[in-house]
């Protein structure tokens, strides 16, 4: 059973980049995609983006300018880098794996979720 | 970019209801559309998927459908354990994108 957890830290200057690992464990997501999605508190999901462990990748317009996606050379490792953070950054972080069956995607296996602090 | 729109934002109900939530694509999603549920302090975990497929263990009670832009979650039967929030998501295209949630909270 493929478990990921998301690890990074959890408080962040403003104007600095932040950046978290989502370690895969019990399996691959190697034929899948890794998503990010965050959740500000009392507040809805935003997706942030996906990246495969080929190196496809799609972002969400909106943060596309200030974030980076990449796996490590083990393939069990992907990280999220957002810079120029600011308090609106603030969110839990999740990291997911989508799959596709029959041309459909959808976010299986979730991680627990990190908190992110922006503040000086 | 596609939008979604959940309604209501909340709801109230008892153990044994019938709750349905619907959500709006802004344009036509065809089926690919999935249906969440979170608890508090919790990451969300698949309900549905492909409009009405439910997931691996997900009980029976909880049923989607829907094509194009309107899609319809149920849930029969209400149970404790089911006070929760719900998202759908689309995943037609990307930006994947989330509809903004519905508190089913116990009345």
């Known amino acids: 059973q493929v478990q990921l957890q998301e690890s990074g830290p959890g408080l962040v200057k403003p104007s600095e980049t932040l950046s978290l690992t989502c370690s895969v464990s019990?399996?691959?997501?190697?034929?899948?995609?890794c998503s990010w999605i965050r959740q500000p508190a009392g507040k809805g999901l935003e997706w942030i983006g996906r990246f495969s462990a080929t190196g496809s990748s799609n972002y969400n317009p909106s943060l596309k300018t200030r974030v980076t996606m990449s796996v490590d050379t083990s393939k069990t490792q992907f990280s999220l880098k957002l810079n120029s953070v600011t308090a609106a950054d603030t969110a839990v972080y999740f990291c997911?794996?989508?799959?596709?069956?029959?041309?459909?995607?959808?976010?299986?296996?979730w991680g627990r979720g990190t908190l992110v602090t922006v503040s000086s | 970019d596609i939008q979604m729109t959940q309604s209501p934002f909340s709801l109230s109900a008892s153990v044994g209801d019938r709750v349905t939530i619907t959500c709006r694509a802004s344009?036509?999603?065809?089926?690919?559309l999935n249906w969440y549920q979170q608890k508090p302090g919790k990451a969300p975990k698949l309900l549905i998927y492909?409009?009405?497929i439910l997931q691996t263990g997900v009980p029976s009670r909880f049923s989607g459908s829907g094509s194009g832009t309107d899609f319809t979650l149920t849930i029969s039967n209400l149970q404790p354990e089911d006070f929760a929030t719900y998202f759908c998501q689309q995943s037609y295209s990307t930006p994947r994108a989330f509809g903004q949630g519905t508190k089913v909270e116990i009345k």
């Open positions: 344009q036509s999603i065809s089926i690919y």
């Open positions: 492909s409009a009405s």
């Open positions: 997911a794996r989508e799959i596709v069956v029959a041309n459909d995607w959808y976010l299986d296996v």
């Open positions: 019990g399996g691959s997501i190697n034929y899948n995609y």
